[in-house]
Nanobody, 120 residues
Framework: QVQLVESGGGLVQAGGSLRLSCAAS????????VRWYRQHPGKQRELVAS???????NYADSVKGRFTISRDSAKNTVHLQMNSLKPEDTAVYYC??????????????WGRGTQVTVSS
């Protein structure tokens, strides 16, 4: 059973930084793609950033230039470095990992989330 555990959330002032981590129970490199989502209160979960095989990355327009997603294969962890944080970045951040088996069936795994609060 794959487990993803997020950490690194907390309370920070606007303009500050946080680094979120998503630790996988197995090899992080076994996943086709790892994503960070966030969910604001009362809203749908939105994609923030993703990193796929070959370390190709994508970002939501709202975080481009401020957030960086990276992989640490040795520690089976994906990080989300968040700089220049804004109050609107306040949300619960979730890690998601997708794998594809030999039959092209996709499996999605989720962590439980970590709260990020940015004060103005």
């Amino acid at each position: 059973q794959v487990q993803l555990v997020e950490s690194g959330g907390g309370l920070v002032q606007a303009g500050g930084s946080l680094r979120l981590s998503c630790a996988a129970s197995g090899s992080i490199d076994s996943f086709n793609v790892v994503r960070w989502y966030r969910q604001h209160p009362g809203k749908q979960r939105e994609l923030v950033a993703s990193i796929s095989r070959g370390d190709f990355t994508n970002y939501a327009d709202s975080v481009k230039g401020r957030f960086t997603i990276s992989r640490d294969s040795a520690k089976n962890t994906v990080h989300l470095q968040m700089n220049s944080l804004k109050p609107e970045d306040t949300a619960v951040y979730y890690c998601n990992a997708e794998s594809i088996n030999f039959a092209s069936r996709r499996f999605n795994y989720w962590g439980r989330g970590t709260q990020v609060t940015v004060s103005s």
